[in-house]
């Protein structure tokens, strides 16, 4: 397995909003080494050996709950602990063989995945990343082996994905202690878990004589005095992981519960959430795979007019769709996580669009898959239902997507924004702003500073040249790019902090853009290689066309509503509807 290398690699993303491309970083495409495809594929081996004996999706959802054999059984494969490094207990899985693992996962169940998902992608993950060396020699063992499971404690009643804005609060008592008080909302493992990452309010000195609060984060145990719990959701989907909300009632914690600093639990938390948006997003891709495969199987076995549907055309632009959009999100999950080996430190823009891009196209794989299937789709007897129901919920979770919108057009400008007024006049500025939510809040006004820097190169010199065509057009959508941030600065100000349909159309451009970076870095390095068939470099070479054609015109809409008089129905709209309780009139009516 790889090791992170010592040389610190800028996120590709932030460097878009500078109208500069990091062709070297981008160009050849991270490949897995031998160490990482032999240890992938007994991972593989293994999971699908299991999986295939072991997991029963019907039943499981049927009676809302994973066996706790089942539970054994993965966490005897090594999956409760695959980025636990050796020495305690666990896989020491790189991020790259990480995502690979629990895309497999993924493809089989997603209640599984999500309960093994939050487990360790969010809810021990804090304590991997910022535990002291005697609470990781206590834990981790066990966490690792699946002896107790975890659970991630941020989310509250008024504090969705405004993390920074949660009340519960952490006490410090005259014996060094804390008593925490407070109630998590929505909390994936809640009943089961035996160890949770607890985020809570603490009372800081503010330097000027005064008190200020700020979020720590705190290991808390199962069987602490006043830990309780509501009962299990009853959900849409993945109703066989197990959702609870847990409340916290004078729980005494010793201060060497404390995870990392005090006061630094909101980093901690932002940078936990960066992690398990890239699960979310290769879990997609695993949910993807599969269900094209079920879709594939229904075309060419369900006969209409004489022939089988995959004959037909319409079916056919709804597969060709899927395989590309699974294309797609894999070059892009597999782009941040090989430049995260390579030594990139800071990916969370990278993490957000991994999560909302592939999300989306896992539900829009499923939605097609469904049309397909046509009436058996709808039947409980086949797996589409459930499977839709289950893929929902991608959309929501871990920052809804709507969030990391507005979080990855606000901090990508804030990158040539440096003349930001009167932010260093606000405490923590810096880290609160890579919160999607708190950027908002903390955000006051922009400097109106033109961008220096443009993207001078008439392609990208280091694409196939059979993708050039391609690497051209990239070239001007770059140019585009680069004049609407500028123009956002110079135009919205301050006024583009609650300007929304806005920041998303920067956000879908910078998503857009992304998507065909990684797909013609990937592309470029398969067409490069002696050991790969004419017939696979054709299927990638195609996939690739139809990816770039679409992802163009989806840039150029966004582009071209910016400076339109689109974006301003929509307001009017939706204020005449808030006003009329929904519609507000019938057709008898005029």
Request: hydrophobic share 35%; charged share 25%.
């Given at each position: 397995?790889?090791?992170k290398?010592?040389?610190?690699?800028?996120?590709?993303?932030?460097?878009?909003?500078y109208?500069?491309?990091?062709?070297?970083?981008?160009?050849?495409?991270?490949?897995?080494?031998?160490?990482?495809?032999e240890?992938?594929k007994?991972?593989?081996d293994?999971?699908?050996?299991f999986?295939?004996?072991?997991?029963?999706?019907?039943?499981?959802?049927?009676?809302?709950?994973?066996?706790k054999?089942?539970?054994?059984?993965?966490?005897?494969?090594?999956?409760?602990?695959?980025?636990?490094?050796?020495?305690y207990?666990g896989?020491?899985?790189?991020?790259?063989?990480?995502?690979?693992?629990f895309?497999q996962?993924?493809?089989?169940?997603?209640?599984?995945?999500?309960?093994?998902?939050a487990h360790?992608?969010?809810?021990?993950?804090?304590?991997?990343?910022?535990?002291?060396e005697?609470?990781?020699k206590?834990?981790?063992?066990?966490l690792?082996s699946?002896?107790?499971?975890?659970?991630?404690?941020?989310?509250?009643p008024g504090?969705?994905s405004d993390?920074?804005?949660?009340?519960?609060?952490?006490?410090?008592?005259?014996?060094?202690?804390?008593?925490?008080?407070?109630?998590?909302?929505?909390?994936?493992n809640?009943?089961?878990?035996?160890?949770?990452?607890?985020?809570?309010?603490?009372?800081?000195?503010?330097?000027?004589?005064?008190?200020?609060?700020?979020?720590?984060?705190?290991?808390?145990e199962?069987e602490?005095?006043?830990?309780?719990?509501?009962?299990?959701?009853?959900?849409?989907?993945?109703?066989?992981?197990?959702?609870?909300?847990?409340?916290?009632?004078?729980?005494?914690?010793?201060?060497?519960?404390?995870i990392?600093e005090?006061?630094k639990?909101?980093?901690?938390?932002m940078?936990?959430?960066?992690?398990?948006?890239?699960?979310?997003?290769?879990?997609?891709v695993?949910?993807m795979?599969?269900?094209?495969?079920?879709?594939?199987?229904q075309?060419?076995?369900?006969?209409?007019?004489g022939?089988t549907?995959?004959?037909?055309?319409?079916?056919?632009?709804?597969?060709?769709?899927?395989?590309?959009?699974?294309?797609?999100?894999?070059?892009?999950?597999?782009m941040?996580?090989?430049?995260?080996?390579?030594?990139m430190?800071?990916f969370?823009?990278?993490?957000?669009i991994?999560?909302?891009?592939c999300?989306?196209?896992?539900?829009d794989?499923?939605?097609?898959?469904?049309?397909?299937?046509?009436?058996?789709?709808?039947m409980?007897?086949?797996?589409?239902?459930?499977?839709?129901?289950?893929?929902?919920i991608n959309?929501?979770?871990?920052?809804t997507?709507?969030?990391?919108?507005?979080?990855?057009?606000?901090?990508?400008?804030?990158?040539?924004?440096?003349?930001?007024?009167e932010?260093?006049?606000?405490?923590?500025?810096?880290?609160a702003?890579?919160?999607?939510?708190?950027?908002?809040g903390?955000?006051?006004?922009?400097?109106?500073?033109?961008?220096?820097?443009?993207?001078?190169?008439?392609?990208l010199?280091?694409?196939?040249?059979?993708?050039?065509?391609?690497?051209?057009?990239?070239?001007?959508?770059?140019?585009?790019?680069?004049?609407?941030?500028?123009?956002?600065?110079?135009?919205?100000?301050?006024?583009?902090?609650g300007?929304e349909?806005?920041?998303?159309?920067?956000?879908?451009?910078?998503?857009?853009l992304?998507?065909?970076?990684?797909?013609?870095?990937?592309?470029?390095?398969?067409?490069?290689?002696?050991?790969?068939?004419?017939?696979?470099?054709?299927?990638v070479?195609?996939?690739?066309e139809?990816?770039?054609?679409?992802?163009?015109?989806?840039?150029?809409?966004?582009?071209?509503?910016?400076n339109?008089?689109?974006?301003?129905?929509?307001?009017?709209i939706?204020?005449a509807?808030?006003e009329?309780?929904?519609?507000?009139?019938?057709?008898?009516?005029?």
């Amino acid at each position: 397995m790889s090791a992170k290398t010592e040389k610190e690699i800028p996120s590709i993303v932030a460097s878009l909003f500078y109208g500069e491309v990091m062709e070297d970083e981008v160009f050849p495409y991270p490949q897995f080494s031998e160490s990482q495809i032999e240890m992938a594929k007994a991972m593989i081996d293994a999971i699908d050996k299991f999986a295939q004996d072991n997991i029963d999706s019907p039943k499981f959802d049927k009676d809302s709950k994973i066996p706790k054999e089942v539970l054994d059984g993965l966490a005897g494969l090594g999956l409760c602990g695959l980025a636990v490094g050796e020495d305690y207990g666990g896989l020491g899985l790189d991020t790259t063989l990480y995502a690979r693992v629990f895309s497999q996962i993924a493809g089989y169940d997603g209640a599984v995945a999500t309960t093994l998902g939050a487990h360790q992608s969010i809810g021990y993950k804090a304590l991997l990343n910022e535990g002291n060396e005697e609470q990781k020699k206590h834990w981790l063992p066990k966490l690792a082996s699946g002896e107790v499971f975890a659970a991630f404690c941020l989310t509250e009643p008024g504090s969705g994905s405004d993390a920074y804005s949660i009340k519960t609060k952490a006490t410090k008592n005259a014996d060094g202690t804390y008593t925490i008080n407070g109630q998590k909302l929505w909390i994936t493992n809640a009943g089961m878990a035996g160890f949770y990452s607890v985020f809570a309010k603490t009372e800081h000195d503010d330097g000027k004589g005064g008190k200020v609060e700020k979020i720590s984060c705190f290991i808390v145990e199962k069987e602490r005095e006043g830990v309780s719990f509501g009962e299990k959701e009853d959900k849409m989907g993945i109703r066989a992981s197990e959702t609870r909300a847990v409340y916290f009632d004078n729980v005494k914690v010793p201060a060497s519960n404390m995870i990392g600093e005090p006061g630094k639990g909101f980093k901690i938390a932002m940078n936990v959430l960066n992690t398990g948006r890239l699960s979310l997003g290769s879990g997609s891709v695993g949910g993807m795979k599969m269900i094209l495969k079920l879709a594939t199987a229904q075309a060419k076995t369900r006969k209409q007019f004489g022939s089988t549907i995959d004959q037909f055309g319409l079916i056919q632009e709804k597969l060709a769709t899927m395989a590309a959009n699974i294309y797609a999100c894999e070059s892009m999950v597999y782009m941040t996580t090989g430049k995260i080996v390579q030594g990139m430190n800071h990916f969370e823009h990278e993490s957000a669009i991994c999560k909302v891009y592939c999300s989306e196209r896992l539900w829009d794989t499923i939605d097609k898959a469904t049309q397909i299937a046509a009436g058996n789709a709808y039947m409980k007897e086949y797996p589409y239902e459930r499977i839709m129901r289950d893929c929902r919920i991608n959309l929501i979770f871990e920052g809804t997507n709507e969030i990391l919108r507005i979080f990855t057009a606000l901090s990508g400008i804030k990158g040539p924004s440096d003349d930001l007024k009167e932010l260093g006049k606000i405490a923590d500025v810096s880290k609160a702003i890579q919160d999607p939510i708190k950027s908002v809040g903390v955000l006051t006004d922009f400097a109106k500073k033109r961008m220096s820097k443009r993207f001078g190169s008439k392609t990208l010199t280091k694409v196939h040249p059979s993708l050039e065509v391609h690497g051209n057009h990239f070239v001007s959508m770059m140019k585009d790019f680069s004049i609407a941030v500028e123009n956002t600065i110079m135009k919205f100000g301050k006024n583009i902090i609650g300007n929304e349909l806005l920041q998303m159309r920067i956000a879908n451009m910078t998503m857009e853009l992304y998507a065909q970076l990684a797909v013609l870095s990937r592309t470029t390095s398969i067409l490069n290689r002696t050991d790969v068939s004419d017939k696979d470099k054709e299927y990638v070479t195609h996939l690739t066309e139809l990816i770039c054609r679409d992802s163009r015109q989806s840039f150029t809409r966004n582009f071209k509503r910016l400076n339109s008089s689109y974006d301003k129905l929509i307001p009017k709209i939706s204020k005449a509807v808030s006003e009329r309780d929904g519609f507000g009139f019938d057709i008898i009516d005029f």
